[in-house]
């Protein structure tokens, strides 16, 4: 069983989350172009495929692919492989768009998996204002999945770039999501 790793961080109205979870096969992050374009069956379609099929389950407008959010998780992808460590872009880096970081072994997880990780923390979640959205009563336990359902989140970009063993994925969000004091949908 892998290993994998997630980190949600907003600053200035988006929220922090952690958590650790092992989970169960990856597409091939090495594929040119794909951050660019999305297309039947390619990684980016996939990517986005599993977001929306969350958002249309909870009656949210569904996401748009944005190739400039994707270019940007790119690049921040390829910076935390580097330093083999799972931190967040400040939020001058991020232009203010909301972030989620999740990292696995390398080639053991699919784009669906990746995100669904991020789903799961749907068992937590509460429907409210935030931060008060989670049973656990730590907004923490279900902060990448109420950034991924926020309802006024129009546009995301994710890519996925391997190094150090592990594939380290980036979402970037825009408008970013979990501000306090503002329902979730």
């Known amino acids: 069983m892998g290993r994998v790793r997630f980190l949600a961080l907003g600053i200035t109205g988006a ?42 389950r909870m009656g949210v407008p569904e996401l748009r692919w944005s190739p400039k959010l994707a270019a940007q998780a790119q690049a921040y992808a390829r910076k935390l492989s580097k330093g083999n460590s799972l931190v967040h872009a400040s939020n001058a880096e991020r232009g203010g768009a909301g972030e989620n970081l999740w990292a696995g072994r390398a080639g053991f997880y699919t784009a669906e998996e990746m995100i669904e990780g991020m789903i799961d923390e749907k068992r937590h979640f509460t429907k409210g204002d935030f931060p008060k959205v989670s049973r656990t ?18 546009e995301m970009g994710c890519a996925v770039v391997p190094g150090g063993g592990n594939d380290w994925l980036v979402c970037r969000y825009w408008p970013a999501g979990n501000i306090y004091g503002k329902p979730v949908f």
Do not use: C, K, M, P
């Open 15 to 56: 929220i922090a989350a952690v958590a650790t979870i092992g989970l169960g096969g990856i597409a091939s992050s090495q594929e040119r172009g794909w951050v660019e374009r999305v297309g039947a069956g390619s990684f980016a379609e996939r990517l986005l495929e599993a977001h929306n099929s969350e958002r249309r």
């Open 137 to 154: 009563g730590q907004w923490r336990d279900v902060g990448h999945y109420t950034q991924l359902i926020w309802r006024d989140t129009t």
